[in-house]
């Protein structure tokens, strides 16, 4: 990378935060578009726009801070002059493309390299939007007709060097310190005093020139940045404001007329200190009405929580260890040699470490556990931006997007979701004339919907359009050889299910989101990567649904472990439907041999785990050994073993590189004898 962007930590800081901040000005314009216009997020926009350009130009991105600072200068002249004729719909295209473009070289930096990617078009575009504004008329505010005031005249700009005062206000002084090596402190320090402005008046800070002067930062670094202001608000609703606050190390805040400053109570974090007891109020006579102390500290403790950000490669490292923590809890609490003997001391305390692993392992898992609503609510610029382009209408509709799932699937599953959202506008949604012909609103609607069931979590992705067609698909499946004749037998879930194959396309035309028959089974493929099924449920004229599994985490999961002659193996508890014993009347056998099970009517394929995995000294007779059925994705097999030893929780391990193609195989785990048991991929083995 070149030296002029070395700049770590201060470079992951700048990638953290613009990330943060383009995804908010994303939402804003998405939401904008829904409520009618951005006539009352100008303010938003202008703010985020403003702290992108000053970041980046900190970080001498040049660019970036350029193309930020022409989007600010359109929503500068919207806040000031008010015009009354905008085209926010193109407003809104062009800060989108404007995200776009900040997110593709925010990306270039996080990945080691640096923005090289030419932005002047766009820029030009933004400058062009600008002036034709300026050209088209007057405002509709008392200034109309006037050109927007410069930056320092601007009531955004706080203006320095004001006597705060007056009317009744009560006047505060407050001394702000920002976290260490958090970067940009005039910037920070400038958008502290711009978010006071909501509950303050008269408003002096020092130092004073932050915004034209670079080198403030480093005197706000080592002397802190001093506020002066007025407000009728009370002492308690400053603190909360402060206490809001992001990247501060400790505040001072105090009456101008109050006899001696307190001194911060806790350096690492915000500390607001109201009046002493006693000490006279700014107005009125002297009264002591805070509760007492005992009070405030409880009262203080539970109204504030504090928040870290964490690595994730550190989170994986800490999990990791948790598993092996839990592997050698049952190592020791399950060692065999402790088999018989009257250790009542030493079981008692084994049920102590037990809770207390069980309890580190669950509170791990949640530090893990990320809400869906990130990976969600970017489905909306999908839906927008392809309705648009398709000349379609539709509405996306999220439920249940609190609900949490293992960042690492969420970082597996946000691709396969963007293309079932494509394919359900695409394929799915008809045009207005025709949904109007079938007597449906012209807005279609798409349902993305989560939640939890047991140890999975289920996706729904919903559509209200024209279904998929079943003699369409079965004379696909019949040209591709997937079956050889038309099968009546065929169920619908069965049929619909060949859109899952490579290369299988319903689409009569190519176009620029579908048609080549790529897609759907790359979906499937990176769904079964986390452990995931999907299957696909439609109505011909009224919809399809794509129905997604998949685990909460990949770490840690309950597994039933079997035993095939030497050989122990570990099924996991969500595939299982049911274990019994082998009647005689329900084994029957078809015509070529094959061996298979009537349970209620229905005609399930037996499956000898010794025969698949070839162990040596497993038991061969069906009526002696046990049964386990599993289902997947709406099959179901039974798996012959020999017995059952019991069920537990497993740490689930990446398989040696030198066994990794082995099939049916999705890892190992260690048990607590110190054995190793290979844990069986039973979406492999039904489609085996």
């Known amino acids: 990378m070149n030296d002029q962007y070395s700049k770590a930590p201060m470079l992951d800081l700048f990638v953290f935060e613009t990330n943060q901040l ?5 939402h804003i314009i998405l939401d904008s578009e829904k409520s009618g216009g951005l006539e009352s997020f100008i303010d938003e926009v202008f703010r985020i726009m403003h702290t992108i350009k000053g970041s980046a130009a900190m970080m001498l991105f040049d660019d970036i801070s350029s193309l930020a600072h022409s989007a600010e200068d359109v929503f500068f002249y919207l806040r000031e002059v008010k015009p009354a004729e905008v085209n926010y719909s193109e407003l809104a295209d062009l800060i989108l493309n404007v995200v776009d473009y900040i997110k593709g070289e925010v990306a270039q930096v996080e990945n080691g390299g640096s923005p090289v990617t030419d932005c002047s078009e766009l820029n030009e575009l933004i400058r062009a939007f600008l002036s034709a504004l300026k050209a088209s008329g007057p405002g509709t505010d008392d200034r109309a007709g006037s050109a927007a005031k410069s930056p320092a005249e601007c009531q955004y700009y706080i203006g320095p060097r004001r006597s705060p005062g007056g009317d009744g206000k009560s006047v505060y002084e407050a001394l702000v310190y920002f976290d260490e090596d958090c970067g940009m402190e005039n910037i920070r320090a400038f958008t502290l005093a711009h978010e006071l402005s909501q509950i303050a008046a008269d408003i002096d800070y020092s130092p004073a020139d932050i915004l034209e002067n670079d080198s403030t930062a480093e005197s706000i670094r080592r002397e802190g940045f001093k506020i002066v202001f007025a407000s009728e608000n009370t002492l308690e609703t400053i603190q909360a404001f402060f206490d ?13 007329n109050r006899a001696e400053p307190v001194k911060p109570k806790d350096k690492k974090t915000i500390s607001l200190d109201g009046p002493v007891p006693n000490a006279a109020p700014p107005c009125g006579p002297a009264a002591d009405t805070r509760p007492p102390a005992a009070e405030q500290k409880g009262e203080q403790r539970g109204e504030k929580r504090s928040f870290i950000s964490v690595d994730v490669a550190k989170m994986d490292m800490l999990m990791d260890l948790v598993g092996e923590l839990v592997i050698a809890e049952a190592m020791v609490t399950q060692n065999p040699e ?8 030493f079981f008692k305390s084994a049920r102590q470490l037990t809770k207390i692993t069980g309890e ?11 809400p869906l609503a990130a990976t969600f609510h970017k489905m909306n610029r999908i839906v927008r931006d392809m309705v648009r382009k398709l000349n379609k209408q539709a509405e996306l509709e999220i439920i249940g997007d609190e609900t949490e799932v293992d960042k690492n699937i969420i970082e597996h599953i946000s691709d396969p979701l963007m293309h079932l959202i494509r394919n359900a506008v695409d394929h799915g ?3 207005p004339e025709e949904r109007a012909a079938k007597g449906k609103p012209a807005a279609g609607k798409i349902r993305l919907e989560a939640k939890n069931a047991g140890g999975d979590v289920w996706i729904l992705v919903q559509d209200d359009g024209g279904g998929l067609n079943r003699e369409k698909i079965l004379k696909k499946a019949l040209e591709r050889g997937l079956i050889t004749r038309e099968d009546s037998s065929l169920t619908d879930k069965q049929v619909y299910s060949f859109i899952l194959q490579p290369g299988f396309s319903t689409k009569d035309t190519v176009t620029e989101f579908s048609g080549r028959g790529v897609g759907m089974d790359v979906v499937a493929k990176n769904i079964e990567k986390v452990g995931g099924t999907i299957s696909v449920d439609s109505v011909e004229g009224s919809g399809t649904t794509m129905s997604v599994r998949i685990p909460l ?15 122990v193996y570990t099924i996991p508890i969500v595939a299982i439907k049911e274990s019994f014993r082998l009647k005689e009347q329900n084994l029957i056998k078809d015509t070529d041999g094959n061996e298979m099970i009537m349970i209620r009517g229905q005609c399930y394929p037996v499956l000898r785990l010794s025969e698949r995995f070839r162990s040596q000294g497993a038991v061969t007779d069906l009526y002696e050994g046990i049964m386990i059925m599993v289902e997947t994705d709406g099959k179901s097999l039974c798996l012959f073993a020999d017995a059952l030893l019991g069920q537990q929780q497993v740490v689930v391990k990446a398989l040696p590189r030198y066994i990794k193609k082995t099939k049916d ?7 607590g004898d110190g054995s190793v048991s290979l844990i069986l991929d039973v979406a492999g083995l039904v489609r085996t």
Request: with cysteine; glycine share 6%.
């Open 22 to 26: 383009l995804e908010q000005l994303e």
């Open 244 to 256: 809001k606050a992001m990247f501060l190390k400790e505040v001072r805040i105090n009456p101008v």
């Open 338 to 345: 402790l088999q018989g003997l009257p250790l009542d001391k």
């Open 360 to 370: 580190l392992q669950d509170i791990v898992m949640s530090i893990r556990m990320v």
């Open 429 to 431: 949604i008809e045009s």
């Open 553 to 567: 985490t990949l770490a840690i999961v309950e597994g039933m472990t079997v035993k095939v002659g030497q050989a």
């Open 665 to 671: 195989i999705a890892g190992c785990t260690l048990l």
